[in-house]
């Protein structure tokens, strides 16, 4: 798929004043009623609260307006599974399988309409921004493309059709496992060594509503001697880093045998750690593991609903925050999507775990949905706010269903994320500019239909 310089430019941003009222809004630390937001090329210019009318020509939100929700760890293709791999029992390595078989079959063109219809799913779920962990690089048998980036040049287009923001995390991955050649699915993956992989994620460029990050997929699939190359490219673009770790017994098992050391610890001695690194999932550590992750202020990206879908386990999550772990959230697998769910899930997962409640305030688990997920896929300190000089994405949850009906709105935050889900989503605004009205996606009307044809086009 060949993108023209002209659909590169993000057509996202409202570029003529704006405001918005917020009936309700989460301003971070309170709900206030009668909230004016004034937004001009993008970006917030001023926060009024007791605006108990709307302003002449404002934009009206009912409900409860919060900032816009980061999912820091999405497999778009990943979507097509959805309501197949649940059937019958089986494991991480089975589904595995299955993932393989629709990885198989997907072309820039088929990719960059099922990614677009995935992205307008999170749109009306609330997501302004996506992190899209992409290791589906070339063609079957892994020929690259005459573009070598065709697929990540799909994904940052679908992003800007749906009117979300991506950060590309651009993904290595090299081997099978602890020095395995590729199998013949993974041949769509590598680039034959790290340094390939580096030469062609440097070809990709930024745009308004895309940011370019790295991953390292697992320490199974890149070489240890190649970790710091990945590493290395990121620290010099100053770009965020993210890598699957210790989702699985399994591989802190091979790693052990291979390295005797963990995953944690090997990626520790190679200098990938750090504050612009962020660990997804995090399930598997030993208190020394916790321990690096958190003095390295090493982030972790937890993905409840996949977790649970792939039998994983749960992760440390409370333990690592109080190491100095930053938490942010995903849909991963996209078993669903609902970024509330996520965050929700997160705090029952831990009442299971220790049979205590109230491991995190409902405010402390909003900011792991907003502002921490901006931070995990480089958007920085401007991100994840209602507040001036933040960029304008916020999306608001309606008070008026029956899963939110009769909540008290000065606990707004606990409403959110406790009674609230996807479905509650009224609206969402990308960079000022209304992407979701009243429930309905304002570039792609009909979400269902795009994600039906697309998936189709792609099923064995």
Known sequence: MQVSPQTQQSPQTQRNPQTYWLEQAWLDTNVEPGVAVDVTDGRITAVRTGADTPPPGAEILRGLTIPGLANAHSHAFHRALRGTVQVGSGTFWTWREVMYSVADRLTPETYHALARAVYAEMALAGVTVVGEFHYLHHAP?????????????????????????????????????????????QLRFSDGTAQAWAQRASQLKERDHARIGAAIHSVRAVPADQLAT????????????????????????????????????????????GPRTTGVHNTHLTPEDIRLIGSTSTGTCMCPTTERDLADGIGPAAELQKAGSPLSLGS???????LLEEARAMELNERLRTRTRG??????????????????????????ALEPGAV??????????????????????????????????????????HVVRDGVHTLIPDVPSALAEAIEAVRG
């Open 141 to 185: 048998g892994g020929t690259p493309y005459a573009d070598p980036n065709a697929m990540g040049e799909a994904l940052i287009e679908a992003a800007s059709e749906a009117g979300i923001r991506i950060t590309l995390l651009d993904t290595a991955y090299v081997s099978s496992g602890f020095g395995e050649p590729p199998n013949q699915h």
């Open 332 to 338: 991963d697998s996209h078993a669903v999507i609902d």
């Open 230 to 273: 990945v590493a290395e490219w990121a620290e010099a673009r100053r770009a965020p880093l993210h890598v699957h770790l210790s989702e699985q017994t399994a591989e802190n098992n091979a790693c052990l045998e291979a390295h005797g050391r963990t995953p944690t610890q090997l990626l520790a001695d190679q200098g990938v750690l």
């Open 392 to 433: 304008a994405d916020f999306t608001t949850v309606a008070l008026d269903s029956v899963r939110t009906a009769g909540t008290l709105p000065r606990l707004g935050a606990e409403t959110a994320v406790f009674a609230a889900t996807s479905a509650d989503i009224r609206h969402t605004v990308v960079a000022g500019r």
């Open 359 to 384: 491991h995190w305030t409902a405010a402390a688990l909003l900011r792991a949905a907003t502002a921490d997920g901006y931070a995990a896929l480089g958007w920085g300190d401007d991100a994840g």
